[in-house]
């Protein structure tokens, strides 16, 4: 039976603003208080997807968390009507509405890690939703994007859906950003790469941003897909580079198949890990470990271009693709870089840049906009068929951002209580396009 990689991207929520939530993310605290543009955010992002499915591959959709988070609000002692909760949050505490109204979930990476039913051991697809717990205004997605996963993936005779891992820093899981699978085919076992940040039991840990994976929250994870031991690596990030900004792996290091494009400065004690990495894969293919060296791109240039936070895909005839945001071709490096990379002797072939500026000066990439998942024949049909982008889909999908975003938004606008009327309008009518039901808080009243 033929296994396909599915992105499901996430559709960029009305409230997209710039409100430098991110310590540690330098692209979104250098853009904090900027004017968005929510409506240009989700067509770039629209976009992206549409220009995926053009080349052949299985595209999905998964829907935005609804913001603002009165279920928070109120939670936090803010009483009354809606308009009333947030008019005084506007008032008393204007950064925890800011967090309340955070468009993050677009981040779909994050939202999840995802194992195969072809590395689990009852033969299903686990998911475990990342419980995002380094950041206040991502900690508050947990259960909303469990309810979405579960209305796109409910079919219990294929898929597992666990709970999110406690909300302790001992258990910091930020999802699939630190998870790369490395296979020869996607119809095979694969060897599960799980790259952590801090391991609570020692004290190699950057020093100046936080490690937002443990080692502790990776293991969990392993443990409740049912993973064979043997096909798990748990790797540390070099702290160092955590302090330059590269808060996921994913902004350091990214793969596909048999292929592992990374920076050398990517891993702590690098060459050990890149041994253990030769050691561990077992697919019949060549595995093809790509080093990219700091005389070629610096941990700079790449945190500015966000290389490595390109998507890596296979092509349908073959070879591979690196999906690039264009920003790639304004860092010198970085595009002699890439043009010399798809000349080279390795499976990856063509370059290709697009533009999702509105996300990258918001900290996310390609790569952050999208959760991969490996699915059979079976369970791709077993999946919610509305949420798979087709260009019918594509067009409704344009049409219903044309209708219902704003063109520009500030953070004064938050404190304008009919945002909320018009983002909690829109997703109620985009639950519909999509099949998914109650799955907001405002729904399930």
Known sequence: ???????????????????????????????????????????????????????????????????????????????????????????????????????????????????????????????????????????????????????????????????????????????????????????????????YGQDNRSEVRPTKFPARQTRQASEAVARSHMLNPDNCLFIQQNPNVIDQGVFHNDVIAIGNENVFLFHEQAFYEQQAAVKHIRDAYKGSRPLHLIEVSEADVSVEDAVQSYIFNSQLVSLPNGGMAIIAPSECQKVDSVESYLSALKQASTPINEVIYLDVKQSMQNGGGPACLRLRVVLSEQELKASNQSCLLDETLYHTLCLWVEKHYRDHLSEYDLADPQLLTESYTALDELSQILALGSVYDFQRV
């Open 1 to 195: 039976m033929n296994y396909y990689e599915v992105n499901f991207d996430g559709l960029v929520g009305p409230t997209h603003n710039y409100a430098g939530l991110s310590y540690g993310n330098v692209a979104s605290k250098a853009n904090a208080k900027k004017f968005s543009n929510p409506k240009q955010a989700a067509l770039q992002g629209l976009g992206k997807m549409f220009a995926l499915s053009q080349l052949g591959l299985h595209q999905g959709v998964l829907a935005p968390n609804a913001r603002p988070d009165l279920k928070t609000l109120r939670s936090l002692g803010f009483a009354g009507s809606d308009k009333q909760v947030i008019v005084k949050a506007a008032q008393v505490e204007p950064q925890l509405l800011k967090a309340c109204y955070s468009a993050s979930s677009m981040w779909t990476a994050n939202a999840a890690t995802i194992s195969p039913s072809c590395d689990t051991q009852d033969n299903k697809v686990h998911f475990t939703p990342a419980n995002l717990s380094n950041k206040l205004h991502r900690a508050i997605e947990a259960d909303t994007t469990a309810r979405i996963l579960q209305s796109v993936f409910h079919d219990e005779a294929f898929f597992v859906h666990h709970s999110p891992l406690p909300q302790h820093p001992l258990f910091g899981d930020e999802g699939a950003a630190n998870h790369t699978r490395l296979a020869d085919s996607y119809n095979h076992a694969g060897l599960a790469v799980f790259v």
